[in-house]
């Protein structure tokens, strides 16, 4: 059995606001095993990024880690200053950022993107990183003669490619990857869901896969944990989620995914709005959109429970 390599436990991460708190991460605990992806879903809002940030501990200001430990192989990160921090992001814990051209630095050639990462966290001379990064950019399939280009010269779904490949660069333990499809078309769209599942098996690395589209969640995920209104609502393995999902929100979730085979579908919807995370509702979170909310809901908040085996759920239809 593999070990836990990343366990978070009553995570809170809010930003401080000229008006007031949003509590965009509110008491969250999830873990994961060495080698297994982690698809983290949910609707814009609902604190997906801000947890995948807060791992690698970059969360953007007025936002702070409050409360609670992210434990990476045994260490708290929270409890690490940034030199320290350093020597585990990029090279332990590396990420795919959502939108690729404002990630690279358009002054730099992309080889240079690797070479420089490579350079940074391992002592090597300019020809082996120079000599990894042609290699990191064939698996990705990149052609050795785009070493030398620019980012502005590749499309949207090419320099996806090259984030990859830097966050592959270092040999990670686990890869976070925040939406790293959800700006390209469709058919490049399943080209990088199936280059990331086959590097995934090459590499060997786990991954956190973040995003809101529950059906790019389903091809390369191993385990589901699906977030609301900062916080995490239902967490199984992915086989048992879509086949016998516990929450209201998994199931109004799923309902609003079309299916082309049925040319009578009629569309479904979510009624009402996510949250307010400056002013969240008392009691359950999702009670306000929940149609089998009752006066208990609404007063108390559901705790996180074992159903069955590794499938939590925060809801009080089940005790």
Sequence with gaps: MSKTILEIKGL?????????????VDNVDFFMKKGETIGLVGESGSGKSTLGFSIIKLIPPPG?????????????????????????????ISMVF???????????????HLVETIMAHEEVTREEAEERAFALLKEVGIM????????????????????IALALALNPDIVI?????????????F??????????EQFNVGMIFISHDISVVAEVSDKIALMYAGQIVEFADAISFFEKHLH???????????????SDQKLKYIPGMPPDLLHPPSGCRFHPR?????????????????????HLVKCFRHK
């Design 191 to 200: 080209q990088i869901l199936d280059l990331m599942k086959r590097l995934k």
């Design 290 to 310: 929940c149609p089998f909310a009752n006066s208990i809901c609404k007063e108390k908040e559901p705790p996180l429970i074992e159903i069955e085996k590794g």
């Design 177 to 189: 990857a925040d939406e790293p499809t959800s700006s390209l078309d469709v058919i490049v769209q």
């Design 64 to 92: 702070k880690i409050v409360d609670g430990k992210i434990v990476f192989d045994g260490i708290d990160l929270i409890k690490l200053n940034e030199k320290e921090m350093r020597k585990i992001r990029g090279k332990r």
């Design 144 to 163: 050795p003669d785009r070493f030398h280009d620019y980012p502005h010269q590749f499309s949207g779904g090419m320099r996806q490619r090259v984030m």
């Design 248 to 262: 209201p929100y998994a199931e109004l979730l799923l309902q609003s995914v079309p299916n082309i085979q049925l």
């Design 12 to 24: 809170k991460v809010y930003y401080y606001t000229r008006d007031g708190v949003v509590r965009a």
């Design 98 to 112: 959502q939108d690729p051209m404002t990630s690279l630095n358009p002054l730099m050639k992309i080889g240079d």
